[in-house]
């Protein structure tokens, strides 16, 4: 199994630019996690889809922020317009419901907003 | 609202001795899961050891033990017979045992450094 596979690795781009995060899952996994992490605020929970659904969006900063999980293999995050307070590390995580072994996470993509 | 709290921003330990992470707690809830992530300078989130709530025995995996403390709210990691390769972030993380509650909410982070 390859994983829960992220790109890009690294991303720059400029503050106002439009910048989309990408996942995807492990194959047969039904949740899948948006996590953002930053030396301020550490690991937070942006959103989380199950079955594709989108379940709790409640950690989504503003309305800049979107996501989407348009079938099982697939999600991206999208910042539109960006700017420098989201650079972060983006994280994607997958897992099967009731499963005690927590999640698989991603690599994380590196964002830097300048 | 569940919280995690890691009061260590920073641990250090000489290799091959045991050094303990503390985490504690806050739930109403009886019934979750507890679990230790490791982050490596490579940003993976590995998972280290985890332990459910009922379970009253505490999660052992090689080198890497927990004491838990469910009256306490405390969840603390040992790791014994330190090795250069344990420096990274260590993160305590909690997760509902509820249907489709899959939520984990981890703690702030430790970051252990090992002195050779």
């Known amino acids: 199994d390859a994983g829960v596979i992220q790109s890009p690795r690294h991303e720059v781009t400029e503050m106002g630019q439009e910048v989309t995060l990408r996942c995807k899952p492990i194959?047969?996994?039904?949740?899948l996690f948006w996590y953002r992490q930053t030396m301020m605020r550490g690991l937070e929970l942006l959103i989380y889809?199950?079955?594709?659904?989108?379940?709790?969006d409640s950690g989504m900063p503003e309305d800049r922020f979107s996501a989407k999980m348009p079938n099982a293999s697939f999600s991206t995050l999208k910042i539109q317009p960006s700017e420098p307070r989201d650079s972060a590390v983006y994280f994607c995580?997958?897992?099967?419901?009731?499963?005690?072994?927590?999640?698989?996470f991603g690599s994380g993509t590196r964002l830097t907003v300048v | 609202a569940q919280t995690v709290t890691q009061s260590q921003p920073e641990m250090s330990v000489q290799e091959a001795e045991t050094v303990t992470l503390s985490c504690t707690y806050d739930?109403?809830?009886?019934?979750?899961?507890l679990f230790w992530y490791k982050q490596p300078p490579s940003r993976q989130m590995i998972l280290v050891i985890r332990?459910?709530?009922?379970?009253?025995q505490n999660a052992t995996e090689n080198r890497f033990s927990v004491n838990f403390q469910k009256a306490a709210k405390s969840f603390s990691l040992k790791i014994s017979d330190s090795q250069l390769g344990d420096a990274a972030m260590y993160f305590c993380?909690?997760?509902?045992?509820?249907?489709?509650?899959?939520?984990?909410?981890f703690g702030q982070g430790t970051r252990l450094t090992i002195n050779p």
């Open positions: 995580a997958s897992s099967l419901a009731n499963r005690i072994f927590g999640y698989t």
């Open positions: 194959s047969g996994h039904d949740y």
């Open positions: 889809f199950n079955n594709n659904v989108p379940i709790d």
């Open positions: 739930t109403s809830e009886s019934d979750y899961y």
């Open positions: 332990q459910e709530a009922y379970k009253q």
């Open positions: 993380a909690y997760r509902k045992r509820v249907q489709g509650a899959q939520k984990l909410v």
